[in-house]
């Protein structure tokens, strides 16, 4: 990563003007797909991956200032993945929440702090797993929004290291934009082919139908043979949220 900061609009230029900085050890910083949402009259911008796990107050003052970012984990405040160390009450429960200058709840993180026994399995956040087959599924990119139509949030994401590297495309819902995610279904699948970082498009969803893009291409499936005029190119695509192969990951 050559540099990570902020851009923001000029108007009367109508070009991007370089504002911020960051340093690249950073633990919190604007990451992932945004989207709005208030928490006890408080209106956050939440950064979403296949979970919304950093957020920072809806301001531009807070947005520019790091130190108000906040990241959902278990470690204790100001902890890092290098040297993790996982925070507990006086009963010994895991204490998980939003903290500043914390870094999140990641994959490689979970694993590392399963790995030394840190956390035990069944106090894993990231946990989701086929509805079907209950076989773990592992996130890779994905974006959070509300869906107005189920009344709950709604996960669309890549899978990594399924059935193809970068192609599978799943499907989940949890009561928060954090989580805990704990079922998906499958609702996109590719034959050697990779379609990666699905955004969803609340602004074409309505009712039933869920709209979402991705980025298709050959890149990353070892596929010789691209598809003419589509490939690397954003493919969209809608979901029917009232399809009955859904129902068993939309099920409490």
């Not at 082919?193 to 602004?203: E, G, I, R």
Request: proline share 5%.
């Amino acid at each position: 990563i050559y540099e990570r900061g902020i851009a923001e609009f000029d108007d009367e230029h109508h070009e991007f003007v370089h504002r911020q900085r960051f340093d690249k050890d950073v633990p919190l910083y604007p990451d992932g797909h945004p989207l709005l949402h208030k928490v006890e009259g408080i209106e956050y911008v939440y950064f979403s991956d296949a979970a919304a796990v950093m957020r920072v107050r809806a301001t531009v003052e807070a947005f520019r200032d790091l130190s108000q970012y906040e990241g959902f984990s278990c470690l204790v405040s100001g902890g890092r993945e290098k040297s993790p160390q996982v925070e507990r009450d006086s009963a010994g429960k895991v204490v998980w929440g939003w903290k500043r200058d914390t870094t999140p709840i990641r994959w490689s993180l979970q694993e590392k702090l399963l790995k030394s026994g840190q956390l035990k399995p069944d106090e894993a956040w990231l946990k989701i797993a086929d509805a079907d087959a209950g076989k773990p599924v592992i996130a890779h990119a994905g974006s959070v929004t509300w869906n107005e139509h189920r009344r709950r949030w709604v996960s669309v994401f890549t899978q990594h290291f399924g059935s193809s590297l970068l192609g599978e495309i799943w499907y989940a819902e949890a009561d928060a934009p954090e989580g805990p995610w704990r079922k998906a279904t499958k609702i996109v699948t590719h034959d050697k082919y990779s379609f990666y970082n699905p955004k969803q498009h609340p602004y074409f969803s309505a009712g039933q139908f869920l709209f979402f893009e991705g980025t298709y291409t050959h890149s990353f499936s070892g596929n010789t043979d691209q598809t003419p005029r589509y490939d690397y190119n954003q493919i969209m695509y809608w979901l029917d949220l009232d399809d009955p192969r859904l129902s068993a990951t939309q099920t409490k």
